[in-house]
T-cell receptor
Framework: QQQVKQSPQSLIVQKGGISIINCAYE??????FPWYQQFPGKGPALLIA?????SEKKEGRFTISFNKSAKQFSLHIMDSQPGDSATYFC????????????FGAGTRLFVKA | DAGVTQSPTHLIKTRGQQVTLRCSPK?????VSWYQQALGQGPQFIFQ???????QRGNFPDRFSGHQFPNYSSELNVNALLLGDSALYLC???????????FGSGTRLTVV
């Protein structure tokens, strides 16, 4: 119930294309859903986050779509660029008990120039 | 504005030894969470410290312990090291544990 399942494991997209990464969760107590971007040799960096009271959030080329009834959320990267090549993690946390954050297994994105 | 600082960056230890990793949170943050990230996997939650106390703990044995100091910095201690403890150890800070984390670059621990 504490798991966050992420797919695909890896993704290759052409420059200018749309990258889509999907996540699913079970525990309905989760109330904060961030996405992190990690480059080799670095720690994850917060990219964008959403709360379950909205269905979509957009920041620049990055959009989160959230489906509360299906317990799924996804990250869309529009106009993907080679500099977006990184590992992306979805995550979920709950405000009860201190916002412990559970991470998905990650998606390795490669954007071909 | 300094982000999260972790030390050391790399460490090699022998099985059975003990190790201490250190973390200074981002300025203004009071909560520190520790994660273990094995190669090619997502970060796994070890524990979280707030107000100098362990507030939450993940599924890690008692060999993993920690401490938070009055200046909000934190240490992660691992006793009786096993080969399987080899991983990137990440420290993340936040304000009250709320919202997104700011991560450090991690400490790469290799147990031989």
């Amino acid at each position: 119930q504490q798991q966050v399942k992420q797919s695909p494991q890896s993704l290759i997209v052409q420059k200018g294309g749309i990258s889509i990464i999907n996540c699913a969760y079970e525990n309905t107590a989760f109330d904060y859903f961030p996405w992190y971007q990690q480059f080799p040799g670095k720690g994850p960096a917060l990219l964008i986050a959403i709360r379950p009271d909205v269905s979509e959030k957009k920041e620049g080329r990055f959009t989160i779509s959230f489906n509360k009834s299906a317990k799924q959320f996804s990250l869309h990267i529009m106009d993907s660029q080679p500099g977006d090549s990184a590992t992306y993690f979805c995550a979920a946390s709950m405000s009860t008990g201190g916002f412990k954050t559970i991470f998905g297994a990650g998606t390795r994105l490669f954007v071909k120039a | 504005d300094a982000g999260v600082t972790q030390s050391p960056t790399h460490l090699i230890k022998t099985r059975g030894q003990q190790v201490t990793l250190r973390c200074s949170p981002k300025s203004g943050h009071d909560t520190v969470s520790w994660y273990q990230q094995a190669l090619g996997q997502g970060p796994q939650f070890i524990f979280q410290y707030y107000e100098e106390e362990e507030r939450q703990r993940g599924n890690f044995p008692d060999r993993f312990s920690g401490h938070q100091f009055p200046n909000y910095s934190s240490e992660l201690n691992v006793n009786a090291l096993l080969l399987g403890d080899s991983a990137l150890y990440l420290c993340a800070s936040s304000l009250g544990g709320r919202g997104g984390y700011t991560f450090g670059s991690g400490t790469r621990l290799t147990v031989v």
